[in-house]
């Protein structure tokens, strides 16, 4: 369900038994049907850019949970699961997502749009952008992890959209759906090794030079 500047819309994603069709007539009006469950999740995302004015501004094409980087050697009942404990925020351009220092609020997957990585420098008077993340990448990994204030800054540079899954909801998945957070936490693992071998090898490099 999505909140309207007037009312509640229910957004249903097509029931196929006769059995579930027979409860549509006690659904309230305001009802949005789809087709699948990606479509109802973009009709969403829709309304979310809408609403904060930017819907025409967002460049085309939104990834989907399944098809994140993080994600795509997941089971596809394992990205289910993980997308019904996911929340949905839009970013127009410009906008902190997070600040360096914050409380960690969870894993980001990048739907559309970018954002620029950044930190403080020594005397904090200025930021030092760390690198461009694209739709389709994660970020912010370690708030499920080690619970530690947020290292980086992440600014959004164009409209973006933004699924988060919070340690709330992480923790939550390991009770309901072991084997989605087992693949989960594999993925980050793997996720943070391959960041942890890039630096070391961009260490190196510099060294050498």
Not at 51 to 56: E, I, M, N, Q, V
Not at 101 to 129: K, N
Not at 135 to 140: K, L, N, Q
Request: charge should be negative; hydrophobic fraction near 45%; include cysteine.
């Amino acid at each position: 369900m999505i909140r309207g500047r007037d009312a509640a819309v229910t957004v249903l994603v097509e029931p196929r038994s006769p059995a579930a069709r027979t409860h549509l007539r006690e659904l309230p009006d305001q009802l949005v049907r789809v087709g699948e469950l990606d479509g109802a999740l973009e009709w969403c995302e829709t309304q979310l850019l809408e609403a904060h004015g930017c819907a025409d501004e967002l460049p085309a094409g939104l990834v989907a949970l399944g098809a994140q980087d993080l994600l795509q050697e997941l089971s596809p009942a394992a990205v289910r699961s993980i997308e019904t404990r996911t929340t949905t925020k839009v970013f127009t351009p410009g906008s902190v997502v997070f600040d360096q220092d914050d409380p960690a609020d969870g894993l980001y997957f990048l739907s559309a749009g970018q954002v620029s990585a950044e930190v403080r420098t020594r005397h904090g008077r200025r930021w030092r952008r760390l690198n461009t993340i694209m739709a389709g990448a994660s970020f912010g990994e370690l708030a499920l992890v080690d619970g530690q204030p947020r290292s980086t800054r992440i600014v959004a540079l164009e409209p973006t959209i933004c699924h988060i899954v919070s340690p709330a909801a992480y923790a939550e998945l390991q009770k309901a759906d072991p084997t989605a957070w087992a693949q989960l936490t594999l993925a980050i693992a793997r996720s943070l090794s391959q960041r942890l071998r890039s630096s070391t090898a961009d260490v190196a490099a510099f060294d050498a030079s």
